[in-house]
């Protein structure tokens, strides 16, 4: 993973256009996919949403701790963005970066960088769907047994 | 709303229901069923639903930030999930939740644990004196009357007679710097699917009541709608419409619903 970052950072160029551009498309698929959000992730909050994103891959790109992508995947999951959103966001990203870069040399280091990316964004936030989703049973489970056990 | 069905996991519940539709985990097979035909019928409706929801921590913040409240009394709560208004009121706010759903309050004192402010009591929203005056609350509101109470998503589940007999109430009992926020459902109900869907809630045991604005407006009298007016969930979100040209037929107003902070008249 370091020997393919090392690689990648020398043919990886993301340029504050191209960093607008990527931006604009996470935007769009985001809002396609807006109403798979749940309750903390409201319409006005994609456009940041779409912007950190922009910010965390940047910096990804550049030193490639995919630690921090994993726990930001979790957070999202966490706060209700739809899966939905979070699968078209990464086919957004991957499909964004490529079309910029895939006229450069040696670009396929950096693709892989992008599906490292990718991955590690869509581990964390399945794992912490998946825990959420374990609570919600446990809670339902608990509630109902104290509410039969009271009435 | 919820019905005697509630601990009665094999019957379909509309809070559960209603949960599944949001994309929540409190709901059984049953549940989903319904849930499903429902939404077969009024495809349009998850939508609506995360629409109007999604205002709770807008509530939340222009109640306690902008008009200094630092009590909340919300009626009909549902899941005190990580939306919902504690997670953004101003710090020292009072937030007392309620819903007639024994499971949803005991699945709600559990989600807060001990979130420090934040109540949660089984009560009816119809009857908001009572409740307001039983020890527990007044414990908590040491009879403060300058409160803001919230009715968000529960219009459908009501007479006219009862949101009248709430807002009269509530009229009475606060003082004139008292808010309070209400969600309006409208609906054409006359339509084919309109049927279908009144009767699949009759089976769960939940009436259904849609009405147009001027409707809700002589409902809430002596109350009236502050300068922000009656906002559509369009405008409150900035989005466009989620609805097709063939949903609009179920919407003669031409909006899925409004959300208003009510005040005092002059």
């Known amino acids: 993973m370091l020997a393919q970052h090392d690689q990648a950072v020398e043919t990886v160029s993301l340029s504050s256009e191209d960093q607008a551009v990527l931006a604009g498309k996470l935007l769009q698929a985001m809002r396609e996919h807006m109403y798979s959000n749940r309750m903390q992730v409201p319409?006005?909050?994609?456009?940041?949403?779409?912007?950190?994103?922009?910010?965390?891959?940047?910096?990804?790109?550049?030193?490639?701790?995919?630690?921090?992508?994993?726990?930001?995947?979790?957070?999202?999951?966490?706060?209700?963005?739809?899966?939905?959103?979070?699968?078209?966001?990464?086919?957004?990203?991957?499909?964004?970066?490529?079309?910029?870069?895939?006229?450069?040399?040696?670009?396929l280091p950096t693709m892989n960088l992008v599906e490292d990316y990718t991955n590690a964004l869509l581990n964390g936030y399945m794992t912490a769907y998946e825990e959420e989703q374990r609570r919600e049973q446990q809670r339902t489970h608990e509630a109902f047994v104290r509410t039969t056990t009271n009435s | 709303m919820p019905t005697k069905t509630i601990v009665d996991a094999s019957i379909p519940n509309a809070?559960?229901?209603?949960?599944?539709?949001?994309?929540?985990?409190?709901?059984?097979?049953?549940?989903?069923?319904?849930?499903?035909?429902?939404?077969?019928?009024?495809?349009?409706?998850?939508?609506?639903?995360?629409?109007?929801?999604?205002?709770?921590?807008?509530?939340?913040?222009?109640?306690?930030?902008?008009?200094?409240y630092d009590a909340i009394v919300d009626f009909a709560s549902g899941l005190p999930t990580a939306d919902h208004l504690h997670s953004a009121v101003a710090p020292g706010t009072t937030v007392i939740y309620s819903d007639r759903d024994p499971v949803c309050v005991e699945y709600g004192l559990e989600i807060l644990e001990n979130t420090p402010n934040v109540h949660y009591f089984q009560a009816d929203c119809r009857q908001p004196i009572d409740y307001l005056n039983r020890p527990e609350v007044q414990a908590l509101l040491k009879d403060k009357r300058r409160v803001a109470y919230i009715y968000w998503g529960i219009s459908m589940y009501l007479t006219d007679e009862e949101i009248h007999k709430i807002a009269q109430d509530l009229h009475d009992y606060s003082d004139d710097s008292s808010t309070m926020a209400f969600y309006l459902q409208p609906y054409n109900q006359n339509t084919e699917n309109g049927v279908q869907v009144r009767e699949l809630y009759k089976k769960m045991g939940d009436e259904l009541h849609f009405r147009t604005l001027p409707q809700?407006?002589?409902?809430?009298?002596?109350?009236?709608?502050?300068?922000?007016?009656?906002?559509?969930?369009?405008?409150?979100?900035?989005?466009?419409?989620p609805l097709t040209a063939e949903d609009m037929v179920w919407f003669p107003d031409g909006t899925v619903g409004w959300g208003v902070y009510l005040v005092k008249g002059k």
């Open chain 1, 43 to 107: 319409p006005r909050r994609i456009k940041e949403l779409a912007e950190n994103e922009i910010a965390l891959i940047v910096d990804f790109l550049d030193k490639g701790e995919s630690q921090i992508i994993n726990e930001h995947g979790m957070t999202l999951a966490r706060e209700g963005l739809g899966q939905k959103s979070i699968v078209a966001m990464a086919s957004a990203f991957r499909l964004g970066v490529w079309k910029i870069i895939n006229q450069q040399p040696d670009f």
């Open chain 2, 216 to 241: 809700f407006k002589e409902l809430f009298k002596p109350w009236v709608a502050d300068d922000l007016g009656y906002r559509t969930m369009e405008e409150w979100h900035g989005v466009e419409s």
């Open chain 2, 15 to 68: 809070g559960r229901v209603y949960d599944y539709l949001l994309g929540g985990h409190h709901n059984f097979e049953i549940d989903r069923r319904a849930a499903e035909q429902v939404r077969l019928a009024t495809p349009f409706l998850p939508k609506l639903m995360r629409l109007f929801r999604w205002c709770l921590q807008d509530l939340a913040y222009e109640l306690t930030y902008v008009r200094g």
